[in-house]
């Protein structure tokens, strides 16, 4: 199987060359990367690809530049991030469902003034307006016009530098900035984080030191290249350590992917709760049968989800948990004795962690992480050398979380996602499972908005039609849980508001909640 020990100085080298750790490890022409373009590509063929296209990017750009990246989930998003490091330039995973002002502040914050696209993705994004705004902070540069611009020469040139890849690449060192993401702006405006080659790898590390994954399992991603879990588990990961991997271009599409998961033959997807549900009821007989483990990230999975997955296909869903701070995975349940539901499995091996209490939350206590994979630092330009890095190495991740003697780890929320209620906390993720539980078909989520009598007050939103107090506070009674933590005005939605990583989209949730607040006082 593929589970090896986690070994630190396995970490202490660039992307590209950890690229071309593999291509020696696993042969050149083993084929790892494709997409629905049904191009297979081997390592070579990704080597000479990244020579190719970065010759072409050189003079367009300065070396240690950040450049920015707005491509989905694809063959050619990987060949262009790597064709960035293979000649010293800095990706900036620009996420195109954020909208012209977040990336707007995101290019400023990293200083990227120019942005690779393709005119395919931007026609079929229908993206046009979203590159006008770009032009006016940024150059934007097509991709398919350099490559069609590629010559004979060139790709000779691509040729030769391909089988001497560790003499032409770009010299750099672990601990330099090897991708500047930008966290999902759940909670507010999203931030740039700057991680290492040193930080990607030691996840890709400890991620396959904790995970027995068969070394024949291939991969499918249909998570976004701009968000750590479809970066680092879904492209980086199998791409390092052999396996095959099918990048699809947006998680949306759920009739069309059960058919491509048997079509490929996929082993082992990565996706989120919601997105998991939608695969299991659009699929038909057979489609998911090929699935050996399906790894969710980005929001607690609901029994159901589990349940159909276990029942129509017998397959495990492993619960993770990560931050992109922490390049991400930071826990995730093991195949087998090690999968507790309910928790996100144990923490990664080498890293360290410890909890402090926070005032007025009985249930859990904050989490700090410390370790190889925790981030350079957050980009910040006002910092002499353009980083706010951790304080000791030491990264504040904001969530409350139980950790029992066996080391398994629950999330209990983020110290944001708490209410004070007339004196009161109560736990706005303790108020989503309420719901859960009355209405399980359904999905909900809660928000807290200023109150003049009692601080705040819950406004939960639901896609459930028939959403009523009565039932929750019924329910309550029942169980036993405190009355003030359930909400007494439920906001009925078609569907619930969610980022392009598939998290909810709690910051427009507490907009809408605003919006109906002043109209019922109005």
Known sequence: MGRRPFQLAR????????????????????????????KLLSYT????????????????????EAVGVLLPSSAGCAVTILALHAIGRVPAMLNFTAGALNLKSACESA????????????????LEHLIAEIEKFAEITYLDDIKA???????????????????????????????????????????????THA???????????????????????????????????????????????????????????????????????????????????????????????????????????RDIYMEKFGVELLEGYGATEASPVVAVNQPGAGNRHGSVGRILPGMEYKLEEVPGITEGKKLLLKGPNIMKGYIDPSKPSGIDAPVDGWHDTGDVVEIDAEGFVKIRGRVKRFAKIGGE?????????YAQQVWPEHNHAA??????????????????ANAEPGPLIEWAHKQGAPEIAVPKKIVK?????VLGTGKTDYVALIRMAEQSDHAEAA
């Open 199 to 305: 930080n990607i790898i030691a996840n890709v590390e400890q991620a396959y030191a904790h995970v027995d994954f068969d070394p024949e399992w291939v991969f499918f991603n249909p998570l976004p290249m701009f968000h750590c879990f479809g970066l680092t588990g879904g492209t980086l990961l199998p791409l390092l350590c052999g396996h095959r991997a099918f990048h699809y271009p947006s998680p949306l599409h759920f009739k069309e992917i059960p058919k491509l998961l048997r079509e490929v033959g996929a082993n082992v997807l990565l996706a989120t709760d919601t997105f998991a549900m939608q695969y299991a009821r659009m699929s038909r007989k057979g489609e998911l049968d090929c699935l050996k483990l399906i790894v969710l990230g980005a929001e607690r999975v609901k029994p159901e989800t």
């Open 425 to 433: 906390t109560v736990s706005l993720a303790a108020v989503e499972n």
């Open 111 to 126: 200083q990227v003034r120019r942005v690779l696209t393709s005119r395919k993705f931007v026609e079929l994004g229908k």
């Open 149 to 195: 611009r590629i010559g004979f020469g060139e790709k000779m040139g691509a040729l030769i530098k391909g089988a001497f890849a560790k003499s032409f690449a770009a010299k750099g060192d672990p601990d330099d900035t090897a991708v500047i993401l930008f966290t999902s702006g759940s909670f507010g405006s999203p931030r740039g984080v700057a991680l």
């Open 493 to 497: 939605l078609s569907e619930i508001p």
């Open 447 to 464: 928000v807290s908005i200023p109150d003049a009598r009692k601080g705040e007050k819950i406004i939960l939103f639901s896609d459930y």
């Open 11 to 38: 970490t202490r080298l660039t992307l590209f060359d950890a690229l071309l750790r593999a291509k020696a490890a696993f042969g050149g022409r083993t084929k790892v990367l494709e997409d629905p373009e049904r």
């Open 45 to 64: 063929d990704i080597v000479r690809a990244s020579f190719a296209l970065g010759g072409r990017l050189k003079g367009l750009t300065a070396k240690g």
